[in-house]
């Protein structure tokens, strides 16, 4: 079982950046495929990002590609996701999940929340116009 636990949140100006971490403990993180969502107040979830267990793989929602970039660093059980030209649409808690992939090929990812076995706690972005 692996614990996620998230950082890098805060209060931006429209136009800024945020960088956001999530560190993995428990187990190695190579064997996850690794995603971020997030969810505003009153409305559900949403998929923003996500990258194969060998890092060569990514997915981008449409609302984010070109300004969010995910990336993750096996060695230090570290996923990233810098955030570029934030707008106040992109006010949210955002959460990262690992999901079980080890047995999937290695540019396996996931786009689906019910994919996801294990996820934070979220950290709050918000962006002020």
């Known amino acids: 079982q692996v614990q996620l636990v998230e950082s890098g949140g805060g209060l931006v100006q429209a136009g800024g950046s945020l960088r956001l971490s999530c560190a993995a403990s428990g187990r190695t993180l190579s064997i996850y495929a690794m995603g971020w969502f997030r969810q505003a107040p009153g409305k559900e979830r949403e998929f923003v990002a996500a990258i194969s267990r060998s890092g060569g793989n990514t997915k981008y929602a449409d609302s984010v590609k070109g300004r969010f970039a995910i990336s993750r660093d096996n060695a230090k059980n570290m996923v990233s996701l810098p955030m570029n030209s934030l707008k106040s649409e992109d006010t949210a808690v955002y959460s990262c999940?690992?999901?079980?992939?080890?047995?999937?090929?290695?540019?396996?990812?996931?786009?689906?929340?019910?994919?996801?076995?294990?996820w934070g706690q979220g950290t709050q972005v918000t962006v002020s116009s």
């Open positions: 999940a690992a999901d079980s992939a080890y047995t999937r090929p290695t540019y396996y990812v996931a786009v689906d929340a019910d994919s996801y076995d294990y």
